[in-house]
């Protein structure tokens, strides 16, 4: 998680595209660090820029550069090059890169313009300018270009193969790279790139403000940087002691969060000013300038992302539908967010998947896809263009695009809670709870203070028992559902006031007798989890934005309405024996920020315009309510 990589960085270790330090019960590496020192050294450089900026540089080069063999591997990076110093090396024996050291390559990490020792201007999410005509018209990909075209020509023994990866922030500037075109950039990895902040990443899902991710990264992140400088900025502000939900809840409206920041974080600003999907927000949505991409490209992203879910898989499908001559993969594990760098993808939380999914993407996908295009080794040729871990059956897919051909399937809400694909027959039928923003529905059942990555996978039976999360199961399946693709939730609804937020989940119910086996690694036992409802998939709309994003409406209390939204993709089986769960509530907290459920402003809503809501589900004849899964044959 973003706040997580914060932390490690004010603890001094640097994350710019892996796990930096050791994990823990970390096998002795001294043997691994004297190589690195014996056949590697640092260069650091201050790379000039077409408008005269220099951003600074820390370049890994191999001591027989001299053979001009080397592939160049980059990455670009708001949180650091650190560890600074010419010969302070950044500890690649604690990660998987180790094997790109092994086989020679120059590893360089910049900070970006504005950041750190950078000079210039930083601007979060710098928009993409594509009509470029002067040297002062800048933006990250030509900050790239302009970095790769001095890379080739000044750095000793390369062999004139450039390639750009980065976990969320560096991967959007991976993203933006790939945009540069220069002739030397072979291949880009964009992984878990930070891509849409309104839709989908980080800030906002469909509008909604996930304001416990946004409050702990900025105090900190968003503040300005008036000089060039190695260290990080002591945050403005940070919550005392250990329960996030009661901290939030005393924090109240919106305007209270922009007060205890005062003017001291411009973006911050940005987002209250900009409470609707308007053209400012329209210009930092990268996928519409992924047209005519030259490099190969391999996206990679985790299906239980708490961050970047969205960007991994819609940069994937905007390259494959606006630039269809790209050799264009997709990678999608079982993992959080940068697991797949790390040196354990064997669970996630409760959940196990039955192998280590980091391991087999570091050696068996990412490594050779550098290889073969930067380094001119081996082939592509066993890469899918998809390669997909289902989780419930717990194997890699490997497939021809992403989404796989499914089939559409309406699963239907009916009386009493039932969950069946039969159209409902009732003449009147509806569920109804009601939604109060002064007690909202916790996003996870443990009492801390960061967001946790685990509540993606977490057991919902907590919510389960709230009376304002409504409940709709299937009976025990007698075959496998695989699901594979993007799941729709589609509701009949109708609310007593004029605004609401709908969060609907996917949930595998295991059976009250199930267990995970040995060899799960299950803390060197079988592993209970009878009865566990694990969230496959949980997503918010704001109910405003039903319509549109640009313009929201207000609901006319009591009047049936549709809301009907698009969930990130799953990939997932549900064994048979396992019920199939959809949950629907109307706070998520303090994922999500509370709605006032009036139709007002909420980023300059008061603490006294929260009201309590009696939403209704229908599922009847006329009004039927389904959630849309992508059913695999």
């Known amino acids: 998680m973003r706040l997580l990589l914060t932390m490690l960085l004010l603890a001094g ?75 302070n090396f950044k500890k690649y024996w604690y990660s998987y890169v180790m094997q790109y050291l092994h086989e020679g390559y120059i590893m360089v990490t910049q900070d970006v313009r504005g950041h750190f020792l950078s000079e210039g201007v930083f601007e979060d999410v710098r928009p993409f300018n594509p009509n470029k005509k002067g040297k002062t018209d800048i933006d990250e990909a030509s900050d790239t270009y302009d970095a790769i ?3 080739v020509k000044n750095i000793p023994g390369n062999n004139g193969n450039v390639g750009v990866f980065g976990i969320s922030y560096p991967g959007f500037y991976s993203t933006m790279a790939a945009l540069s075109n220069h002739p030397a950039l072979k291949a880009v990895s964009p992984q878990a790139p930070v891509t849409d902040w309104f839709m989908g990443d980080d800030f906002h899902h469909n509008g909604a403000f996930f304001v416990m991710d946004g409050f702990s990264f900025y105090p900190s992140f968003g503040l300005p940087r008036p000089q060039p400088t190695t260290n990080w900025s002591k945050p403005i502000f940070s919550f005392q002691g250990d329960d996030n939900y009661d901290a939030y809840l005393k924090m109240g409206a919106l305007p209270n969060f922009a007060r205890v920041l005062k003017d001291s974080v411009a973006f911050w600003k940005d987002l209250y000013s900009h409470p609707n999907y308007d053209a400012w927000w329209k210009a930092r949505n990268d996928r519409q300038y992924l047209t005519n991409v030259k490099p190969a490209m391999m996206v990679v992203g985790g299906q239980f992302d708490a961050e970047d879910c969205f960007g991994a898989q819609n940069v994937y499908k905007a390259i494959a539908t606006q630039s269809k001559s790209t050799d264009n993969r997709f990678v999608m594990g079982p993992w959080y967010h ?24 570091e050696k068996n996908i990412e490594f050779p896809f550098f290889q073969y295009y930067l380094n001119n080794k081996g082939s592509v040729d066993s890469l899918a263009r998809a390669n997909v871990f289902f989780t419930g059956e717990d194997k890699w897919h490997a497939l021809p695009s992403w989404p796989p051909a499914y089939t559409p399937t309406p699963i239907y809400l009916h009386d009493g809670g039932a969950l069946s694909y039969d159209a409902p027959k009732s003449e009147t039928s509806f569920s109804e709870y009601t939604s109060d923003p002064t007690k ?47 799941v729709v939730a589609d509701l009949r609804t109708s609310i007593s006031t004029t605004d609401a937020d709908y969060i609907v989940k996917v949930i595998d119910v295991f059976p009250d007798d199930f267990t995970y086996p040995l060899s799960y690694k299950g803390n060197g036992k079988d592993y209970p989890m009878g009865g566990y409802q694990m969230l496959v998939r949980g997503e918010v709309m704001r109910g405003r934005f039903r319509k549109s ?30 019920r199939i769960m959809i949950q629907i509530q109307s706070t998520w907290f303090p994922l999500v920020d509370r709605n006032p459920q009036k139709f007002v402003d ?30 695999l044959k």
């Open 13 to 87: 270790f640097t994350l710019p595209a892996f796990s930096q330090g050791p994990p823990m019960n970390m096998p002795d590496r001294s043997a691994d660090s004297t190589w690195v020192m014996e056949h590697y050294t640092k260069m650091e450089v201050q790379i000039p820029m077409r408008d005269g900026v220099h951003l600074f540089t820390s370049i890994y080069l191999p001591k027989d550069s001299a053979t001009g063999r080397h592939p160049i591997l980059l990455t670009r990076t708001p949180y650091s090059c650190a560890p600074y110093g010419p010969t």
């Open 149 to 151: 075209d001095w890379m």
């Open 338 to 361: 940068g697991e797949w760098a790390s040196a354990n993808g064997w669970f996630l939380g409760n959940v196990r998947f039955g192998s280590n999914t980091a391991d087999y993407y």
């Open 440 to 486: 909202p529905v916790p996003y996870t059942e443990d009492v801390h203070m960061h967001r946790t990555r685990e509540y993606m996978t977490d057991d919902q039976r907590f919510a389960s028992r709230r009376p304002d999360v409504l409940v709709f199961e299937t009976e025990p399946l007698t075959n496998d559902v695989t699901l594979g693709g993007p």
């Open 549 to 578: 994003f640009s313009d929201p409406v207000a609901f006319t209390p009591g009047e049936i309405t549709t809301v009907k939204y698009t969930l990130p993709d799953v990939a997932h089986t549900f064994k048979a024996g396992h």
């Open 602 to 631: 909420i980023y300059h809503a008061g603490d006294d315009d929260f009201v309590k809501s009696q939403i209704r589900i229908y599922h009847d004849s006329a009004h039927p309510s389904s959630i849309i899964l992508p059913v």
